[in-house]
């Protein structure tokens, strides 16, 4: 499934680049009620940045 998160209203509101350093993480369903658990540790998701204000990346999703 494509995901596309448009952050351009608020891509300036820090300094130092922040924006493009924008990355989608993946993690497991249970780290909602066991965040504590090591194995709820997040998994990068391949992601496209294109500093303007768009960010976009792959993702799986679970059925249920």
Known sequence: MALSVDYDSFRH????DWAIRLRVQSLPAYAL???GR???AATPVPTRNNG???LSADVAVGAG
């Open 52 to 54: 303007s204000g768009t």
């Open 33 to 35: 009620t066991t965040p």
């Open 13 to 16: 509101a820090y300094g130092g």
């Open 38 to 40: 090591p194995a709820c």
